[in-house]
């Protein structure tokens, strides 16, 4: 069986690597139609491999990339001590935790995937993911709640230097895993009825249960801005989150969507932007996929967004 009737591709006779893809470049080629000027249309695919090291161990997966389109098509069982010593000589990930392939692996895949008799070295991936429940399984705001004490975070964006965020999350006890992974702050959530939006009673943040895709700053700044011009949910004072409000809807174990998120939340927002500012330079975000908070350039590849207001604002 050849590699492309082992993954469902239809009559392709054989799949062309584009080695020259690195997941930095993704957003540029394939959401902004920028970068390297490759794509002519929406119908063309591009295949290449990177290791996604999000979770322990590393994996070795090629993808299927298309404009504003993406599938993993498979893992590929290399050897762990290799994908390991790529991941590593490449240095740490300041945004997400994808990793181009370097000279070993290629000259391992050309030999040990690409070529026939490979199928015991490639794990098709189930691309069909579950459709998100409408449903979120919380009470609603009429119904009989236990009493909460609320707390008063911040709402307006800062500058925050990297050394303040242990304070910032620990002042309230929030879970976060690299600065506090024993936070014992629980929030408290309702559904608004409305298939859109939760609210958090205790910090009264109204939440965005989905968001937009990956883009840069600048774009999330816009999508704000489209958000409140057609009234999301009936409200135009969305904003993006601040550090704290963010910090509060971190739960200390993953759902089973694989965020530290309460369930009711999209998993296409894995990691998103937040109003704060790295001081002195780059913006800070919350990873839901890690449960920490992290800073990065708000360029390539930028990162999600989700919104947020002040009930009853």
Not at 227 to 248: C, H, I, K, V
Request: contains cysteine; glycine residues 8%; aromatic residues 10%.
């Amino acid at each position: 069986m050849g590699l492309c009737e082992q993954l469902g591709l239809g009559n392709q006779q054989s799949l062309t690597i584009d080695w020259d893809i690195t997941p930095a470049d993704t957003f540029g080629i394939f959401e902004s139609w920028g970068g390297k000027v490759r794509v002519r249309n929406k119908r063309e695919r591009y295949y290449y491999f990177y290791i996604d090291a999000w979770e322990a161990p590393a994996r070795l997966l090629l993808m299927e990339r298309g404009v504003k389109y993406a599938r993993v098509l498979a893992q590929i069982i290399a050897p762990q001590a290799m994908i390991d010593r790529c991941v590593a000589s490449q240095g740490k990930a300041l945004l997400d935790k994808s990793y181009a392939v370097d000279a070993a692996l290629k000259e391992w895949i050309v030999k040990e995937v690409l070529e026939p008799g490979a199928a015991a070295k490639v794990l098709p991936v189930e691309s069909n993911l579950p459709a998100e429940e409408a449903a979120t399984g919380l009470p609603g705001k009429d119904d009989a709640l236990p009493a909460v004490t609320p707390i008063a975070l911040r709402h307006a964006p800062a500058f925050i230097r990297e050394e303040e965020v242990a304070a910032i999350v620990t002042a309230h006890n929030f879970f976060e895993a690299q600065h506090n992974p024993n936070g014992t702050f629980v929030h408290s959530l309702i559904d608004n009825h409305d298939t859109l939006t939760v609210t958090e009673r205790i910090s009264g943040v109204m939440w965005q249960r989905g968001g937009c895709d990956i883009t840069t700053h600048r774009h999330v700044a816009a999508y704000v801005q489209a958000q409140n011009a057609a009234r999301f949910a009936g409200y135009s004072d969305w904003r993006l989150p601040t550090m704290e409000e963010a910090l509060a809807l971190l739960v200390p174990r993953q759902n089973t969507k694989g965020l530290y998120l309460h369930p009711c939340f999209s998993r296409e927002q894995p990691f998103i932007f937040l109003a704060d500012e790295r001081k002195p330079g780059g913006y800070w975000f919350i990873d839901f996929k890690q449960g920490k908070v992290f800073w990065a350039s708000g360029t390539i590849p930028g990162g999600f967004g989700r919104l947020c207001r002040t009930a009853g604002g």
